[in-house]
C-alpha cells in the first residue's frame, strides 16, 4: 500500500509562487509516473502536470510556463513548483502515483492540499 501525503499549500498572492511537496511511501517510487491534479469548487478534477519515471513531462496548457513539476526518487518526492500564479488557479491541488506492475495498474491519491491565490 503507498500513501502520499501533500504539503505547501496556502494562501498567496496573485503573481505570487509556491512549491508543493508529496511524499510517497513504499518502494515503487523510482518506477512510477507522478502527476499534480487539482479541483475547484463546483468543477471535476484536472490534469496539472504529469513526470514519468523516464523524466517525460506533460503540462496543462493553463499551466505551462509557469508550473515545473520535478521529483527526487532519494526522497521519494514529487514537487510542484508554481509561480506567476493566478486566482484561477485556486483549487485543491492532488498528488497522484501510477505504477504498472505485472499488468496490473496501481492508482494513488494523496489528501490534497488547499491553494488560494486571493489579493
Known amino acids: 500500500q503507498v500513501q502520499l501525503v501533500e504539503s505547501g499549500g496556502g494562501l498567496v498572492q496573485p503573481g505570487g509562487s509556491l512549491r508543493l511537496s508529496c511524499v510517497a511511501s513504499g518502494s515503487a517510487f523510482s518506477i512510477a509516473t507522478m502527476g499534480w491534479y487539482r479541483q475547484a469548487p463546483g468543477k471535476q478534477r484536472e490534469l496539472v502536470a504529469v513526470?514519468?519515471?523516464?523524466?517525460?513531462?506533460n503540462y496543462a496548457d493553463s499551466v505551462k510556463g509557469r508550473f515545473t513539476i520535478s521529483r527526487d526518487n532519494a526522497k521519494n518526492t514529487v514537487y510542484l513548483q508554481m509561480s506567476g500564479l493566478k486566482p484561477e488557479d485556486t483549487a485543491v491541488y492532488y498528488c497522484?502515483?501510477?505504477?504498472?506492475?505485472?499488468?496490473?495498474?496501481?492508482?494513488?491519491w494523496g489528501q490534497g492540499t488547499q491553494v488560494t491565490v486571493s489579493s
Open positions: 497522484n502515483l501510477k505504477s504498472l506492475r505485472l499488468g496490473v495498474l496501481y492508482d494513488y
Open positions: 513526470l514519468s519515471s523516464g523524466g517525460n513531462t
